[in-house]
């Protein structure tokens, strides 16, 4: 158990529709990451927040947002689904935000039908 | 722009045989490098990392080499187990930024045959 929980572990939903995923850090981790993980694919990085402040963007879609709250959890918002949408999503913590060990939680498996 | 590669995509070996991994990174300020391990269904755990200071790193049967030059960076198994089958992922941190982006390969699936 890394310390990282996120919920909920699955998620069955249809296109057009909108979904939040939530994430904790591990207590004392400012930094939190989100990665998306499709079939067969590595991990891509989305997006970080560090104290509540975007730190870092990768390939996130417009359709896609989150935020850092002031007691440092996480949500990601998925909208206007897709099939492509379907996938592992992961989210991770560390303490500082920069070149460190990342702790990644269970995954939220989403489904879009 | 930053990209990681990784090879190869799916590596069988027999018990007590050795695996190597290998990653080439794009971006030269890249300055820290971990690899991570999935089980099946399970979420990416750290095994090792290296800085861009250090040449090699080993933990037990573990090993990572980094060559800054041919900007390339490996794993090493040694004596490998049943329970080292797995996904194995690379990543570089691009060194320009103040951010804990990473960025990862594609992964390497590993079968360990008994």
């Known amino acids: 158990d890394s310390g990282v929980t996120q919920t909920p572990k699955h998620l069955i939903t249809a296109t057009g529709q909108r979904v939040t995923l939530r994430c904790s850090p591990r207590?004392?981790?400012?930094?939190v990451y989100w990665y998306q993980q499709s079939l067969d694919q590595g991990l891509q990085f989305l997006i970080q927040y560090y104290n509540g402040e975007e730190r870092a963007k990768g390939n996130i879609l417009e359709r896609f947002s989150a935020q850092q709250f002031p007691d440092l959890h996480s949500e990601l918002n998925l909208s206007s689904l897709e099939l492509g949408d379907s996938a592992l999503y992961f989210c991770?913590?560390?303490?500082?935000?920069?070149?460190?060990?990342?702790?990644f939680g269970p995954g939220t498996r989403l489904l879009v039908l | 722009g930053e990209n990681v590669e990784q090879h190869p995509s799916t590596l069988s070996v027999q018990e007590g045989d050795s695996a190597v991994i290998k990653c080439t990174y794009s971006d030269s300020a890249s300055n820290y490098f971990p690899w991570y391990k999935q089980e099946l269904g399970k979420r990416p755990q750290l095994i090792i990392d290296i800085r861009s200071n250090v040449g090699e790193k080993k933990d037990q049967r573990i090993a990572v080499t980094l060559n800054k030059t041919a900007k390339h960076f490996s794993l090493h198994i040694t004596e490998t187990q049943p329970e080292d089958s797995a996904v194995y992922f690379c990543?570089?941190?691009?060194?320009?930024?103040?951010?804990?982006?990473?960025?990862f390969g594609q992964g390497t699936t590993l079968q360990v045959k008994p």
């Open positions: 207590s004392g981790d400012l930094s």
């Open positions: 990543a570089a941190h691009p060194g320009s930024s103040n951010t804990g982006k990473l960025i």
């Open positions: 991770a913590s560390s303490k500082t935000g920069t070149e460190e060990t990342q702790y």
